[in-house]
T-cell receptor
């Protein structure tokens, strides 16, 4: 499984840039996907979700894209701010199952 | 006020001690979960409950037990704590698919 910890992939961006965080999933039967943000010392915070009958969903400054052909999920953050610095990870739920499987964490570092 | 609260937020204990971590939620959700998070291993499911009379083991339930005292309360117990149970513990709730997490409990077993 993928890990959240000391050796996370890291994405470094400048304040104001757009950020793209990627996540690959392996189960073609997954029908629900979710992105979380975890700041240091805090619990995972829901950002945005998407169901498999959609390709794109937008929130406030965030967009999730789902490419079922290549089993790829991405989170786009527009006009990244220092407060966006955190670990971001995706999760998937397989159709018919009630549990989430958590994927890779990526550390986002935003420089002023 | 937070929708999902956990107590204590930090705990240091000794090997062999019994520890209880508590979780309360005001979201009115039926489903509640306990996870642990370790550096390098991410979030792993310990136990989950879909209603007061339903308790299910997750992927790493050995050494843990739970109690669903009410819809809003779900507690996790370590009957005899051991050092490799040192971790961050998170409670979560959901009404359907989206899970909402508490702030976590940092547990250290010496």
């Amino acid at each position: 499984g993928e890990s959240v910890g000391l050796h996370l992939p890291t994405l470094s961006v400048q304040e104001g840039d757009n950020s793209i965080i990627n996540c690959a999933y392996s189960n073609s039967a997954s029908d629900y996907f979710i992105w979380y943000k975890q700041e240091s010392g805090k619990g995972p915070q829901f950002i945005i979700d998407i169901r498999s009958n959609m390709d794109k969903r937008q929130g406030q400054r965030v967009t999730v894209l789902l490419n079922k052909t290549v089993k790829h999920l991405s989170l786009q953050i527009a006009a990244t701010q220092p407060g966006d610095s955190a670990v971001y990870f995706c999760a998937e739920k397989r159709f018919g199952f009630q549990k989430l499987v958590f994927g890779t964490g990526t550390r986002l570092l935003v420089s002023p | 006020d937070a929708d999902v609260t956990q107590t204590p937020r930090n705990r240091i204990t000794k090997t062999g001690k019994r520890i209880m971590l508590e979780c309360s939620q005001t979201k009115g959700h039926d489903r509640m979960y306990w996870y642990r998070q370790d550096p390098g291993l991410g979030l792993r499911l310990i136990y989950y409950s879909f209603d007061v009379k339903d308790i299910n083991k997750g992927e790493i339930s050995d050494g843990y037990s739970v109690s669903r005292q009410a819809q809003a309360k779900f507690s996790l117990s370590l009957e005899s704590a051991i050092p490799n149970q040192t971790a961050l513990y998170f409670c979560a709730t959901s009404d359907r698919d989206t899970q909402y997490f508490g702030p976590g409990t940092r547990l250290t077993v010496l």
